[in-house]
Antibody
Framework: QVQLVESGGGVVQPGGSLRLSCSAS????????MHWVRQAPGKGLEWVSL????????YYADSVKGRFTISRDNSKNTMYLEMNNLRTEDAAVHYC???????????????WGQGALVTVSS | QSALTQPRSVSGSPGQSVTISCTGT?????????VSWYQQHPGKAPKFIIY???KRPSGVPDRFSGSKTGNTASLTISGLQAEDESDYYC??????????FGGGTKLTVL
């Protein structure tokens, strides 16, 4: 069955950096676009970033553009989110999510991990 | 990109139907067929329940249905059951490889 497991969350000071990982299993990782979606405590969902199935294209929400970098290693079935210059408003549970199969698959978040909590506090 | 507008809360009794609205603009909900809905129980990851405005992924009961008119999408849950009590989020593609979610709706089963 499809499994997505995030890791790398933790507490960081404002201006600091953190790298999240998303380890995938149960499907052909290299065949799917992948997303990061986050949820601040008690708040709604916010799309963060998308990476194409082959890692050649990356897209970001305006709120993280220039500070976050999404990447993937298909040989390791793993996606990453490098977060730099973190702000208090970046504090959230960060979920990785898999798109659906097919040409329009990247428009949806079919499977989700359990999330990694990022806390930004001095 | 502003969040899509959803009611903060809705409620219904077991067996009844409820509808959750999701209002956007012509740049997101009204401009694309890529509207989806997610169910999220407290402390859990979201679950994918509707895509392409009205299609249900395998395993999602047909009590869940979606529709769209203009800039407003809707999720209807018929035959309410206790386990439907949850938070629900709509999401739309917003062009230029970006996505926007609604603020979420808390469904209470009375």
């Amino acid at each position: 069955q499809v499994q997505l497991v995030e890791s790398g969350g933790g507490v960081v000071q404002p201006g600091g950096s953190l790298r999240l990982s998303c380890s995938a299993s149960g499907f052909i990782f290299s065949g799917y676009a992948m997303h990061w979606v986050r949820q601040a405590p008690g708040k709604g969902l916010e799309w963060v970033s998308l990476i194409s199935y082959d890692g050649t294209r990356q897209y970001y929400a305006d709120s993280v553009k220039g500070r976050f970098t999404i990447s993937r290693d298909n040989s390791k079935n793993t996606m990453y989110l490098e977060m730099n210059n973190l702000r208090t408003e970046d504090a959230a549970v960060h979920y990785c999510a898999r798109g659906r199969l097919g040409g329009t698959g990247l428009y949806y978040f079919e499977y989700w991990g359990q999330g990694a909590l990022v806390t930004v506090s001095s | 990109q502003s969040a899509l507008t959803q009611p903060r809360s809705v409620s219904g009794s077991p067996g009844q139907s409820v509808t959750i609205s999701c209002t956007g603009t012509s740049s997101d909900v009204g401009g694309y067929h890529y509207v989806s809905w997610y169910q999220q129980h407290p402390g859990k990851a979201p679950k994918f329940i509707i895509y392409d405005v009205s299609k249900r992924p395998s395993g999602v009961p047909d009590r869940f249905s979606g529709s769209k008119t203009g800039n407003t999408a809707s999720l209807t849950i018929s035959g309410l059951q206790a386990e439907d009590e949850s938070d629900y989020y709509c999401c739309s593609y917003a062009g230029e490889n970006s996505w926007v979610f609604g603020g979420g709706t808390k469904l209470t089963v009375l």
